[in-house]
């Protein structure tokens, strides 16, 4: 019974790590960059949530769309203004770039809120469902249910739409996109936004689920690096499979070895780069095959 309440509680887990990690694999499938500002766009929605909250007493899931819109307007104007002119000089000057902002974002994170953790306390928040002998915490049981719903309209949106269709077809070539008419430029930044507003609906899911602090963004963006390289980067299945293969692994280290959880959730990430580094369900490129 022990099995199953770990098993439970980690794909609950896997559910929120879903949601985050898929505008990282998003963003990187589309425009090959790595923004490891996510993390800190992240803890950013998770603290203007927790201040909407504070100043209103709303109920905190019913900001989801809000603030993702807000996080897609904020992504398409960040990529216009800054990515737009780093990213034809290569990867590395993009993620030198996405560093920058994670750190001015932090930083004002830290002024404006101060070095203190913030907690969104709702109805729920102590509260737990129980089926049978298995127990589940009911942020996170919303939070994976949430998670699950927008995660479940981005695919549906990625697979009709035509902003979709031409996102998916910029990902799987680019050039062959440019000829039947798609701009890259549009579609690119239309990806960091959508990327951005995942990261809106993620910040209010950690915001009823976990403290949170302005540094944290450091532990969250390394979560999320390890989900897209374990499922394949750039590829949203493989992160969400990453996703609920380290929330089980997270969960049954926090069980059964809880100050052995970090290494075991970072040892299948090192052992998927040892065995198999394109990751679950990432292309093999030429130079892994040498």
Not at 106 to 123: P, R
């Amino acid at each position: 019974m022990e099995i199953i309440q770990v098993l439970s509680y980690g794909i609950l887990l896997g559910g929120l790590y879903s949601l985050l990690s898929s505008g990282l694999a998003l963003i990187f499938g589309v425009l090959d960059i790595v923004n490891v500002a996510q993390g800190a766009f992240l803890v950013s929605g998770a603290f203007l949530t927790w201040q909407i909250w504070d100043l209103t007493g709303i109920e905190p899931i019913l900001l989801i769309p809000v603030v993702a819109l807000l996080w897609f307007g904020l992504g398409i104007i960040i990529y216009r203004t800054l990515f737009v002119r780093v990213a034809p000089q290569g990867p590395s000057m993009t993620v030198l770039l996405s560093f920058g902002l994670a750190l001015i974002i932090e930083g004002a994170l830290n002024l404006i809120f101060g070095n203190k953790f913030k907690s969104v306390q709702t109805s729920y928040s102590l509260q737990s469902y129980k089926l049978g002998e298995i127990n589940f915490p009911a942020p996170q049981v919303i939070a994976s249910l949430a998670a699950a719903v927008v995660l479940v309209l981005l695919y549906l949106y990625l697979m009709l739409s035509w902003a979709g269709r031409a996102l998916r077809a910029t990902a799987q070539n680019r050039d062959g996109a440019a000829l039947i008419g798609i701009s890259h430029r549009k579609i690119s930044s239309f990806a960091y936004g959508l990327g951005m507003a995942t990261a809106g609906a993620g910040g209010v899911l950690i915001s009823v689920s976990y403290p949170i602090y302005p540094a944290t963004h450091y532990e969250w963006i390394s979560k999320l690096l390890g989900i897209i390289v374990l499922g394949g980067m750039g590829s949203i299945p493989g992160a969400i499979i990453g996703s609920m293969l380290l929330g089980i692994v997270e969960a049954a280290g926090n069980t059964y070895a809880p100050q052995w959880t970090i290494l075991f959730f970072y040892g299948v990430i090192i052992l998927s780069l040892l065995f198999k580094p394109e990751g679950l369900l990432g292309a093999r490129s030429r130079k892994d095959s040498v």
